[in-house]
């Protein structure tokens, strides 16, 4: 009696055993299978939204190049009306590439990052009214306290904000151009 219930039990846990060995089996072939495909829909998926992104990325990183270029140009304007003659002139060449500058900066506003945006903003209200501030001081002979303090502020914004400005613009793109390029995992 005692080896029928040994046995008994021996071939009930064998073929215990056995069922459970196919039921893991089978589970485990339907969730790898499960899990192969979904592994190919987020691959697919991740492959779209950095192609998406790309796009983007290079909308951005275009406009900051587009930006940069004109900011260049008002500079190099601004510094030939600070250090040379001839002012008239190249004071209505900055006058129109200030409105150039406007119309570019304000299509490409909207692919400009918050902080660069409020910079870019303050910039274009200052420099005309620094640049302006310096042709008008330049032609007078004596200027009162207020008046000198106010034309060495527009030398200090043409000489030093400008460039810092463009610093930020360089930050930036680098900064676009990296999460870009950055491999994914």
């Known amino acids: 009696m005692k080896e029928t219930i040994i046995t008994s039990i021996l071939s009930n846990s064998i ?20 899990i192969e495909a979904h592994k190919a829909r987020l691959s697919a998926e991740n492959l779209k939204l950095q192609i998406s992104y790309g796009g983007i990325f290079e909308k951005q990183a275009t406009a900051l190049i587009e930006l940069y270029d004109q900011i260049n140009t008002l500079e190099n304007l601004a510094v030939e009306i600070l250090y040379h003659g001839d002012m008239n002139k190249k004071f209505n060449d900055f006058r ?59 030398a200090n914004f043409i000489t030093k904000g400008i460039p810092a400005l463009k610093n930020d613009i360089i930050e930036e793109s680098r900064r676009i151009l990296s999460t870009s390029l950055s491999p994914t995992a």
């Open 15 to 34: 073929s215990l055993c056995a069922v459970g060995f196919l039921c893991k089996s089978i589970i485990s072939r339907f969730l790898q299978h499960d």
């Open 96 to 154: 129109d590439e200030t409105k150039a500058f406007r119309k570019k900066y304000q299509t490409a506003r909207i692919l400009l990052p918050k902080s660069l945006d409020k910079k870019l903003t303050c910039f274009i209200h200052e420099i005309p009214k620094e640049v302006f501030t310096f042709t008008r001081m330049e032609n007078k002979s004596d200027l009162s306290v207020d008046e000198e303090k106010k034309y060495k502020d527009a």
